[in-house]
């Protein structure tokens, strides 16, 4: 154990070394503590980052690690810190200030610092701080300090500043607790039966009501599970995560899987392995084991259907089944009739009795937002799944950037509940502002809760403006690019990039309007994806609830589309959107919107122009027409060949495969009579007129249209 130092004393270890051998140069602790240990009247103990020569100074040598460990990101790959732009420009990562407290344990440090905590456990490890890389070993300011400029942060000692509500502290016995509800995600690809599955189960219809029978939220609720006669450990209720099925909501397929026990993966029988069906299968690899998997088979009433070749298509992506002698269970089930789902509770309540789930049903909670929407009457309301403690109305609750007071909680059937336990699923109103889905919901008192929505929005500003200076810095580094090259090239390089400069990248504008935060998120996710080079979505704002007044006159500002999900737009909002010419795209289905806004940035791409010829003429012979003025015309003797010759119609001249001139005919006689067309087999003689007249013998004129075609994506 590091001795904690007392005040104006340094710590007490010298096993800090700087280098792997005792013969290279080192810095102990004792020599840390000197150096960055300053006098009152010179500079404060901690300084802002431009105040922080000292600092620099001494971590030029060493700090805490050796020189070979230099930052987080290096443990996995090679040194490279700058990016040298044509020699001259050093482009540097802006880094954000990390407020630190006086005493931090390890995990909340990690936290702090935005790394993962074996990171942080393992640079320390590396110091030779192996004793003290606990998750609740508590550290002081002057380790915390060092640890964070190795990670590459500018950390600031304020224990006000660095104030935020943390998860507790897990239980130093859980054997003790009791057991929880099973968190089962039902997922798989679209229109597989996956909610007509839990219908069943809960003797509901929802799948009737879903927009094209497409789930587009995440839903949770509880099914009693009888307990067997000689079993008295196993859940009496499991809840159920259905979560939706098609591609454009990915994110909320991993934030259901982020938070479940169990994970059912439902393949239709006639159906197979489909694209969301692989990416399901990526997620249960990603946690290594850690999440119980069950293969529940659909649609196995339907005649025709060959369950073997399903179940060997999933052996095929390595998912090892228990009939082919793996671990994983396999259950035929048919959402419809409802065959099989009795073995599919008792396989689940089999996993989760053996998983031995458990959690604190008292105490202050911890749970995380699955949906969040703007209800009438209520207000912001969110779906909070509890995963540990008791959440009670009256209580304080964060999450995000957004804070409540608990005033009704309600059960998935709409009944109100009192208090909320590990493993529910309610629905929780109180909320000053829509959280979003996906958050850490925590519990505090009033001044807590305050204190950290504070220092959270701070250093959500602070990020947000270290991105802009980013971009500032990049879009600079572009115009000194561009000035040396038109130095080194001259004039050429200025005239070829202006145009292109001019052109510009062209934007879709989009204000996303949806019912509920989670389905707000798939839809911007969806929708930022299309385009390309030449044309692009940008999203300006998400939010929840209807369109309103506010979202068209910021549409009409930016020049922007509204595009509502799920939400309804008044007569009166349609009116004055029409006024202003501000296009409004709603829809219940994503895939919808999806090809309307494709059709739009189709739209702004640049035409495709193509030609169709409709005539070819063969120059025979030419003739020099004496004109006024000692003017001369020279005129092709011509025969057609192919198709006819227009003259209305745009023509070029072909020579040996390469046009030479493009424009229109002048003249078009037979003998001495103006025609307009001459047909196949016909001698002609054509004239471009005085814009052109480097005519050859054997030249071909062709006569041709041009077509526009819309852009391709």
Same mark, same amino acid.
Request: glycine residues 8%; contains cysteine; charged residues 25%.
């Given at each position: ?180 509800? =099973?968190? @089962?995600?039902?997922? *798989?690809?679209?229109? #597989? $039966?996956?909610? !007509? +599955?839990?219908? /069943? &189960? ?126 994983? =269970?396999? @259950?035929?089930?048919? *959402?419809?009739?409802? #065959? $099989?789902?009795? !073995? +599919?509770?008792? /396989? &689940? ?365």
């Amino acid at each position: 154990m590091l001795d904690q130092p007392s005040k104006g004393q340094p710590p007490r270890d010298s096993r800090l070394l700087n280098g792997s051998s005792e013969n290279t140069s080192r810095i102990t602790v004792q020599e840390v503590w000197e150096r960055s240990t300053l006098d009152a009247s010179q500079k404060p103990r901690y300084a802002r980052p431009d105040q922080r020569s000292s600092r620099t100074a001494y971590k030029e040598r060493g700090t805490l690690l050796s020189r070979g460990y230099r930052d987080d990101a290096e443990l996995d790959q090679p040194q490279k810190q700058v990016k040298k732009v044509n020699k001259n420009v050093v482009v540097k990562k802006v880094s954000a200030d990390v407020f630190i407290p006086s005493t931090v344990s390890v995990g909340t440090l990690a936290r702090l610092l935005g790394v993962r905590l074996e990171k942080l456990q393992q640079k320390m490890r590396l110091s030779g701080m192996s004793e003290e890389a606990e998750y609740d070993h508590v550290l002081t300011s002057d380790y915390a300090v060092l640890l964070a400029e190795e990670l590459g942060r500018n950390p600031i000692v304020n224990d006000e500043a660095a104030f935020d509500i943390y998860p507790p502290p897990p239980h130093p016995n859980p054997s003790i607790l009791q057991s929880r509800p =099973p968190v @089962v995600t039902i997922m *798989g690809h679209v229109d #597989h $039966g996956k909610t !007509t +599955l839990l219908d /069943t &189960l809960r003797s509901a219809s929802v799948a009737k009501g879903e927009a094209g029978g497409i789930t587009q939220h995440i839903g949770a609720f509880s099914v009693p599970v009888p307990v067997s006669s000689g079993s008295t450990e196993g859940p009496r209720s499991i809840t159920f995560l259905d979560t939706p099925g098609h591609a454009a909501f990915s994110a909320m397929r991993a934030r259901g899987a982020g938070v479940t026990d169990i994970v059912v993966l439902v393949v239709a029988a006639d159906d197979g392995i489909m694209p969301q069906t692989k990416e399901v299968i990526n997620l249960i690899k990603k946690d290594g084991g850690k999440v119980g998997v069950v293969v529940a088979i659909n649609k196995v009433d339907k005649p025709g259907v060959n369950v073997d070749a399903v179940q060997k298509a999933l052996l095929a992506e390595d998912v090892q089944l228990e009939a082919f002698g793996g671990d994983i =269970p396999s @259950v035929e089930v048919s *959402g419809l009739t409802g #065959h $099989g789902l009795p !073995t +599919l509770v008792e /396989t &689940l309540s089999a996993i989760a009795e053996m998983q031995d789930l458990r959690a604190e049903r008292e105490g202050p909670i911890q749970g995380y937002v699955l949906e969040s929407k703007v209800h009438k009457g209520l207000g912001p309301v969110a779906t909070v799944l509890i995963l540990r403690g008791s959440l009670q109305t009256g209580t304080h609750i964060i999450s995000g950037l957004s804070q409540a007071k608990v005033r009704v909680m309600t059960d998935s059937t709409g009944a109100t509940v009192k208090a909320a336990y590990p493993g529910m699923a309610i629905t929780v109103s109180g909320w000053k502002s829509v959280p979003n889905a996906g958050d850490e919901v925590l519990q505090g008192t009033e001044v807590e809760v305050k204190k950290a929505i504070a220092n959270r929005e701070r250093k959500a500003e602070i990020e947000a403006t270290l991105v802009d200076v980013e971009a500032i810095n990049a879009s600079r580094r572009q115009e000194r690019e561009k000035r040396i090259l038109e130095l080194e090239l001259g004039g050429e390089a200025s005239k070829q990039t202006t145009p292109q400069t001019e052109e510009g990248l062209k934007e879709l504008r989009l204000i996303i309007k949806a019912d509920v935060s989670g389905s707000a998120e798939a839809v911007e996710g969806a929708l930022q994806g299309i385009g390309n080079k030449e044309a692009i979505t940008r999203v300006l704002s998400s939010g929840v609830g209807d369109v309103s007044e506010s979202d068209v006159m910021m549409a009409k500002a930016i020049g922007g589309t509204i595009v509502g999900f799920s939400v309804k737009t008044p007569r009166a909002i349609e009116t004055l959107a029409a006024q202003n010419g501000v296009p409004i795209i709603s829809s219940n289905i994503i895939y919808r919107l999806m090809e309307i806004v494709k059709e739009k940035i189709i739209a702004l791409l640049p035409v495709i122009i193509e030609t169709r010829v409709t005539g070819e003429a063969t120059v025979l012979q030419l003739f020099d027409i004496q004109l006024k003025a000692k003017q001369t015309k020279r005129v092709a003797g011509c025969r057609v060949t192919n198709g006819i010759i227009e003259k209305v119609r745009f023509a070029r001249l072909v020579r040996n495969g390469t046009v030479l001139h493009e424009g229109s005919l002048d003249t078009m006689r037979i003998l001495k009579k103006d025609v307009t067309e001459v047909r196949k087999g016909t001698e002609c003689g054509l004239c471009f007129g005085p814009t052109f007249s480097d005519l050859q013998e054997g030249d071909v004129i062709q006569m041709y249209d041009k077509i526009e075609k819309p852009g391709i994506l």
